[in-house]
């Protein structure tokens, strides 16, 4: 039965946002003015002063005058600006407030979430770092994570691809496993709803109040066995009390293609295709009988025939378009906040875009004194056209982006041919590109629905009962259809003919979650006490369908009734969690600090080992303030010391039934001469399964300098995580090759470091330079895998391409050293044309049987005179040595300027697609211009003479290259530097803007992706299309990354 949710949504949706309208109260306004100055009685432009409270509020104009209207004596005014401390003034009975600021480069009272609950920056001994969503949301994505590259020290995002909507990888302080199918994504908490797969692309960047990330043990062992690699804390923005407020948002964007692969013209083809090819297979082909010509075409013809790169064909400038509208306010008792926004990204290759329409509504409600309500709807229809380049359901020959590059430039009948007919087709050559794109059908629909409610009760003074409950469905649904103009679905190279397919994946999680808070401050001494239980649930189905051989192809995606139906297939996995926790902490005048936390999981996902424990405790010395440093009348504003410890855990099997034994049917057994139906045992099950456990120390340095104006962080770390949960060989008498143990352990340690800070403040104007920078260092080390085992591999298209060694880092590259190419020299010529190798030149007998001057040569290193699987060896490192990024941001006269950048150091990528085009073994198909330069054999004149070839190229001779083996020729250095994003701005001045009874105006330009610095020769560095914890840095038919332009508003009403 199909569900109609969104009829249900549009009419909640409705009633409740005209429900908020009603709510707002009117008040008597009381006009305040003043100035605002600093130290040195220079006016501050563009101070920040609201009620406190709401989200009443202005700015200080040029001549730092300010003038704002507050509901009653009672308002509490808050003046605020990034260099300054904040001050907070009761109205009273005053009309006008002259505020000085004082310098501070650090808000220490800043406050961060820190896992149900929150707390000033300066009272932390773990280490969290606050994302800064001022300067995340200048950089205009889809979703939050697109943006938070090289922005916070510790967290790498690495984006698999350009693709409009796809989502980026996290990895906090290095990934804790050694698996193919794990990429160490950590655990989000977002509005209080704890998730391992939050789907970004389902909240609107703007909505985000602020991001929080949990780095240290300390900090996420409160979160368990969800915790270990890391957590992300995310809050949007609710409603505060005020009259209604509007607020626009948007921008258009427009995207292009910042580079082209340089691949051969026409003529260069024809002329690597007159040595791969026969005389006859010239002349039924490209040589062919010319009508135009009156004659047969020679090579010189093709210096005039017109070819096609069909980058440009495929490739476009493509626009993007972002809108926000939200309305907020609300009384004393009752706030409100309403969004909603459409985002459309158009993808720079033809026929593929990404659409979204978001919506959002939040309600607070005082019921009483001590009782609280709240509720938040999100709801997101996210729209996903074209497939992904780099996924491919045939051979290396059917990725996208290879046919693009690969398909030959001179073609008999234009851009309207699939296959050239004078063509062999029964070879495996890439098709016409642009015909592929057009014909193919891909589409994924994802609908996801937030809902969160809260209540809150104080019990007595400083003790606070919170209950909540969140639910989450999501519902992702692809639909595919190929058509017989397509290679899936031409009936000459499919099997299924013209065919389709349908899914339909449905995701339910619930939590509930029960707390107590208590604080007292006795005196200089403070306590804060935490405990809680939560349940939640998390259902997952999906179902499959589809068509072969379908005979209404006009009718497309809608004609599947018309073929042959494939089988249904239906899964259905559910798991649950219980949990208990607790936390104290303690301070003296914050000057030392004491935190311990412990949790208790219970998981359905280890039916015979439930429970995990985890415990941390941490504990922060405030040097800055013990009267024997004598800091008092220095330029140290603040020196803290931190020390955690904790334990945290990974429940994420891969396979939520992995303890218990699993049957199937299916199979079929004799008996009394007939087939009979059987079960038979499909997993054999592993009741020893527990937990995976990381144990992380971490020591940290706060300081600050100059009244903080230099302030930053220091932070060494050490991860040693055990029991990993790895499928492992088992004796064959059992029936299975493997099963899922907990084996194996790897260490991550690393330093990070990151520093702001105020450069300039003054001068006519009120100038103003800051500066951020953050740098981070991390090692992983595979301490240990199954009994005996040494090492283990992956493959990435060709065969074990990528090594896990003990002793060694994750994501290491595997194969041959690349030894050039075989010269005559190392060849003994029995006859004419004949060659044996010379017996002291090592042979690649085991990976080339027949070798040839001009045949690819590899390296023999153990020194045995041959070359086998023995000499493979380590020949690249996907994980960067450092990595990081660094903001300055300008202010002056209401302008603003930001520029980015972004790095990454010491990491290497497989460029994949030289492997693949600069092969030289492809009849009809194009190269590289690279592979123009190639070894050429000598020839034998008619007259006897001979004529020397070109043997100083690098590159094997045409049809000698090897295949199905890795070596480091394709292997790049992948460092770069890239200045990510600049944006300019105005802020229109208040007074211009009040009588047009408009609170705000800001408008801007700004630019991504400009340069980047690299020696990567691929479309960009940043990429890697196989992007689990073994398989980094691997880049074959990769979506391009564009450079874009944008101009955007904000506006407020």
């Known amino acids: 039965m199909k569900r109609n949710h969104s009829v249900s949504f549009k009419r909640a949706s409705s009633l409740l946002f005209f429900l908020l309208l009603s709510l707002t109260a009117l008040q008597a306004q009381i006009k305040i003015t003043g100035t605002v100055t600093d130290e040195t009685k220079e006016t501050v432009i563009g101070a920040n002063i609201t009620v406190k409270g709401t989200t009443i509020g202005t700015i200080s104009d040029i001549n730092g005058k300010y003038s704002i209207e507050v509901p009653n004596q009672k308002a509490i005014l808050v003046f605020s600006f990034i260099g300054y401390t904040t001050r907070e003034i009761p109205v009273g009975k005053n009309k006008v407030i002259d505020v000085v600021m004082k310098e501070d480069g650090v808000m220490l009272n800043e406050v961060v979430a820190i896992g149900y609950g929150s707390a000033k920056k300066g009272d932390l001994a773990g280490s969290v770092a606050k994302v800064d969503m001022e300067e995340l949301n200048k950089t205009p994505v889809a979703s939050f994570d697109q943006a938070l590259g090289g922005r916070v020290a510790g967290v790498q995002v690495v984006s698999g691809d350009g693709r409009p909507g796809s989502a980026a990888n996290i990895v906090i302080r290095g990934s804790n496993t050694v698996s193919d199918n794990s990429d160490g994504s950590p655990l989000y908490v977002i509005d209080g709803f704890a998730t391992d797969d939050p789907n970004a692309a389902a909240y609107n960047p703007s909505d985000i109040e602020s991001m929080d990330i949990l780095k240290d043990a300390s900090a996420t062992a409160i979160y368990g066995a969800r915790g270990a690699n890391g957590v992300i804390i995310i809050t949007t923005k609710r409603g505060k009390e005020s009259a209604p407020r509007v607020t626009y948002d948007g921008y258009f964007t427009w995207q292009e293609q910042p580079q082209f692969l340089d691949i051969m013209n026409g003529k260069q083809f024809m002329k690597l295709q007159t040595e791969m090819l026969t005389e006859k297979e010239l002349n039924d082909t490209y040589f062919g009988y010319s009508e135009a010509l009156g004659r047969k075409r020679t090579l010189a013809d093709y210096d005039y025939i017109p070819y096609y790169n069909w980058q440009d064909e495929v490739y476009r400038g493509a626009p993007m378009t972002s809108h926000n509208v939200s309305l907020s306010g609300g009384s004393k008792n009752t706030r409100y906040s309403s969004s909603i926004s459409y985002y459309n990204q158009q993808g720079v290759i033809i026929n593929s875009s990404y659409e979204s329409l978001k919506a959002r509504l939040t309600l607070d409600q005082n019921i009483s004194k001590s009782v609280k309500f709240g509720a938040t709807m999100n709801f997101a229809n996210n729209l996903s056209k074209g497939s992904a380049p780099s996924q491919s359901g045939g051979g290396t020959s059917q990725y996208y982006l290879y046919q693009v590059l690969a398909y030959r430039p001179v073609t008999y009948n234009e851009k309207d041919d699939l296959i050239n007919n004078m063509v062999d087709e029964s070879g495996n050559y890439p098709y016409n590109p642009m015909k592929t794109v057009q014909n193919s059908y891909d589409q994924t629909r994802t609908r996801q629905l937030n809902l969160n409610t809260y209540l809150t009760w104080d019990i007595i003074k400083n003790l606070t009962f919170k209950a909540t409950f969140n639910y989450t469905w999501r519902q992702d649904v692809r639909r595919t259809f190929y058509n017989s103009d397509t290679y899936q679905g031409d009936p000459k190279y499919s099997a299924s003919g013209v065919n389709g397919n349908f899914s339909d994946k449905d995701r339910n999680s619930w939590s509930n979650e029960y707390t ?177 456990t990381t144990y992380q120390t971490n020591i940290g340095l706060d300081f600050g300098f100059f009244n903080n104006r230099i302030n930053g962080e220091i932070d060494i770390y050490n991860k040693d995580t055990k029991d990993l949960l790895l499928y492992a060989e088992v004796p064959g008498s059992l029936g299975f090759s493997s099963v899922q143990q907990n084996i194996g352990s790897i260490n991550n340690r690393g330093l990070e470091f990151s520093i702001n800070t105020v450069n300039f403040v003054g001068g006519k104007g009120k100038f103003k330079w800051t500066t951020n920078f953050n740098i981070s260092f991390n090692k992983s080390k595979v301490t240990g895998l199954s009994d005996g085992q040494e090492s283990r591999y992956s493959s990435v298209i060709t065969t074990n391409n990528y090594i896990c060694k003990v002793g060694h880092p994750l994501s290491e590259m595997y194969g041959y050293v690349y030894d050039g190419v075989y010269q005559y020299e190392d060849f003994n010529e029995v006859a004419p044309g004949q060659y044996v190798l010379k017996p002291e030149i090592p042979n690649n007998t085991e990976v080339r049987s027949n070798i040839q001057p001009g045949s690819v040569k590899l390296k023999d290193l153990n020194g045995d005179g041959k070359v086998t699987a023995e000499d493979q060896t380590i020949i690249g490192h996907g994980l960067p040595i450092h990595t990081g ?18 790095w990454s150091y010491g990491n290497d990528v497989i460029n994949y697609n030289r492997t693949r085009l600069e092969s030289l073994n492809s009849k009809h198909t194009n190269q590289l211009v690279s592979a123009a330069n190639h070894w050429t054999p000598r020839t034998v004149n008619p007259d ?4 020397e070839g070109n043997y100083t190229n690098y590159l094997c001779a045409p049809n000698r290259s090897l295949t199905n083996i890795n070596t480091d020729r394709e292997i790049e250095d992948a460092s770069f530097l890239r200045l990510k994003n600049v944006q300019l701005g105005y802020s229109f001045p208040t007074k211009m803007l009040k009588n047009l009874k408009i609170r705000s105006l800001r408008v801007y330009v700004s630019a991504q992706n400009i340069w980047t610095w690299t ?28 450079r874009s332009y944008t101009f955007g508003v904000k506006l407020g009403l």
């Open 516 to 692: 107590l808070n208590y604080k007292r401050r006795f005196g200089d001494h403070n306590l804060a006490g935490l405990l809680g239980a939560s349940l939640s649930s998390d259902r997952t189905t999906v179902m499959g369908a589809g068509s072969g051989l379908i005979t209404w192809e006009s009718l497309g995606f809608w004609g599947l009734d018309s073929g042959t139906p494939r089988s249904i297939t239906t899964t259905s996995v559910e798991s649950k969690l219980m949990s208990y926790f607790a936390r104290f902490n303690y301070d003296w005048k914050s000057r030392y600090i004491l935190i311990a936390t412990i949790r208790a999981d219970g998981s359905s996902r280890f039916p015979y080992n439930k429970w995990g424990y985890f415990p941390s405790a941490s504990f922060a010395w405030r040097l800055s303030d013990e009267p024997f440093m004598n800091l008092e009348d220095t330029f140290v504003s603040n020196l803290k010391l931190r020390v955690g410890w904790g334990a945290t855990g990974n429940n994420n099997t891969y396979n939520d039934y992995a303890s218990s034994v699993l049957y199937a049917t299916g199979q079929n057994y004799a008996f009394n001469n007939m087939l009979t139906s059987a079960i038979y045992n499909s997993q054999i099950g592993n009741r020893n399964l527990k937990w995976e």
């Open 1015 to 1042: 020696k990567y020769t691929g479309y960009d560095p940043e990429v890697s299309t196989r992007n689990s914890a073994m398989t980094r840095g691997f880049d074959y038919s990769s979506y391009p990354r564009t």
């Open 944 to 947: 006897g003479s001979i004529t």
């Open 885 to 902: 990024g660094f903001t300055n941001n300008f202010e002056w006269k209401g302008f603003d300027l930001s520029v980015f950048f972004q």
